[in-house]
T-cell receptor, first 112, second 116 residues
Framework: GNSVTQMEGPVTLSEEAFLTINCTYTATGYPSLFWYVQYPGEGLQLLLKATKADDKGSNKGFEATYRKETTSFHLEKGSVQVSDSAVYFCALSKWNDYKLSFGAGTTVTVRA | DAGVTQSPTHLIKTRGQQVTLRCSPKSGHDTVSWYQQALGQGPQFIFQYYEEEERQRGNFPDRFSGHQFPNYSSELNVNALLLGDSALYLC???????????????FGNGTRLTVT
């Protein structure tokens, strides 16, 4: 079946550090890939997405590139802020499937 | 523009009891999905409702059931509660016309259910 594996946390960084969260997937065909973020006390929000190979999703300084050859969708940000502290989830969906399959989430804490 | 609203925010129940959770989708959305998020885990798909019908179900027992009303709001019912049902229950809405494949989900803040 479809599954997502993401880097285990927690991850603690200083402000302005570089952030990478690894995500790999298992799926047949061509899934859409997503990163969702859950800020403290809030619901999940879509951060970015990519729908085909080599697409790059970007938002709020975050980027992720859909790499079919390595079945990966790693999330990166060049300079994190304290406000980026949150739980980040990688997820996928298939064209014939109504559900999102989520990874376990990675907790990121950014210190001032 | 109201987002997805869920009620109640917290709930404590005893094993064997039944519970009903409620969800109002984002204005203009017609599709509602329910997810269970255990502590430290990613959300797991329970089911999705569209046009008042359950059109897809995840790997959850029949104790989990739902309903969608003509105004698109939805309920999740869980019977014969087990300790393992303790989790955050998330409702998400989307717009079918955009196509489920790529339709972004809008999530509520969830209902925290504790079973003792």
């Amino acid at each position: 079946g479809n599954s997502v594996t993401q880097m285990e946390g927690p991850v603690t960084l200083s402000e302005e550090a570089f952030l990478t969260i690894n995500c790999t997937y298992t799926a047949t065909g061509y899934p859409s890939l997503f990163w969702y973020v859950q800020y403290p006390g809030e619901g999940l929000q879509l951060l970015l997405k990519a729908t085909k190979a080599d697409d790059k999703g970007s938002n709020k300084g975050f980027e992720a590139t859909y790499r079919k050859e390595t079945t990966s969708f790693h999330l990166e940000k060049g300079s994190v802020q304290v406000s980026d502290s949150a739980v980040y989830f990688c997820a996928l969906s298939k064209w014939n499937d109504y559900k999102l399959s989520f990874g376990a989430g990675t907790t990121v804490t950014v210190r001032a | 523009d109201a987002g997805v609203t869920q009620s109640p925010t917290h709930l404590i129940k005893t094993r064997g009891q039944q519970v009903t959770l409620r969800c109002s989708p984002k204005s203009g959305h017609d599709t509602v999905s329910w997810y269970q998020q255990a502590l430290g885990q990613g959300p797991q798909f329970i089911f999705q409702y569209y046009e008042e019908e359950e059109r897809q179900r995840g790997n959850f027992p029949d104790r989990f059931s739902g309903h969608q009303f003509p105004n698109y709001s939805s309920e999740l019912n869980v019977n014969a509660l087990l300790l393992g049902d303790s989790a955050l229950y998330l409702c998400a809405s989307s717009l079918e016309v955009q196509g489920s494949y790529n339709s972004p989900l809008h999530f509520g803040n969830g209902t925290r259910l504790t079973v003792t």
